[in-house]
T-cell receptor
Framework: AQSVSQHNHHVILSEAASLELGCNYS??????LFWYVQYPGQHLQLLLK??????LVKGIKGFEAEFIKSKFSFNLRKPSVQWSDTAEYFC?????????????FGTGTLLAVQP | NAGVTQTPKFRVLKTGQSMTLLCAQD?????MYWYRQDPGMGLRLIHY???????AKGEVPDGYNVSRLKKQNFLLGLESAAPSQTSVYFC?????????????FGPGTRLTVL
């Protein structure tokens, strides 16, 4: 069965620090990958997505992610975090070509940025 | 466009009571989903629908029922609520795209079962 692992459950950073959140998935076929963000008290919003092409994907608010197929990874990065980046971040994967578009989510990483 | 809306936003139930959560989308999406979000467990799929009149079980369907009588609405029912169903419930929708298109989420319903 497909699964998504986010190894960092809680991350605390100071403003201007660099961020990297890990995401690994377990599926041998072609997948599409997503990072969603959930700000406190809000619903999930798409941060970025990878379908094909350049494995380095740029999203909103200065975030980027790199798809490394050989490592089954899709890590999220940001060079310099801001206090407003405090949120929970979810990695998700869907089987390319599946008939249901079902997302498998990781357990989330709670990021707290200290001013 | 309102996107995906959910009603109610909050609800408190006693064990054994029933309720229905309503999800509506105005994006003409074919696919709709119900998730529950619990601390440390991410989002887990309860039920989903690939079109009007169709529903299917997700990862954690027990204790829930759904209906998709109209394309724009997806209802989640709890027939006999249990404390284990205390959670935040999110509805989502997406268009038909076999590449796995983006899902759009509603604001959530926070349910407490006493």
């Amino acid at each position: 069965a497909q699964s998504v692992s986010q190894h960092n459950h809680h991350v605390i950073l100071s403003e201007a620090a660099s961020l990297e959140l890990g995401c690994n998935y377990s599926y041998g076929g072609t997948v599409n990958l997503f990072w969603y963000v959930q700000y406190p008290g809000q619903h999930l919003q798409l941060l970025l997505k990878y379908f094909s092409g350049d494995p380095l994907v740029k999203g909103i608010k200065g975030f980027e992610a790199e798809f490394i197929k050989s490592k089954f990874s899709f890590n999220l990065r940001k060079p310099s975090v801001q206090w407003s980046d405090t949120a929970e971040y979810f990695c998700a994967v869907v089987n390319y070509g599946g008939a249901t578009n079902k997302l498998i989510f990781g357990t989330g990483t709670l990021l707290a940025v200290q001013p | 466009n309102a996107g995906v809306t959910q009603t109610p936003k909050f609800r408190v139930l006693k064990t054994g009571q029933s309720m229905t959560l309503l999800c509506a989308q105005d994006m003409n999406h074919e696919y709709m989903y119900w998730y529950r979000q619990d601390p440390g467990m991410g989002l887990r799929l309860i039920h989903y629908s690939v079109g009007e009149g169709t529903t299917a079980k997700g990862e954690v369907p027990d204790g829930y029922n759904v209906s998709r009588l109209k394309k724009q609405n997806f209802l989640l029912g709890l027939e006999s609520a249990a404390p284990s169903q205390t959670s935040v419930y999110f509805c989502a929708s997406s268009s038909i795209d076999l590449r796995g298109n983006e899902q759009f989420f509603g604001p959530g319903t926070r349910l407490t079962v006493l």
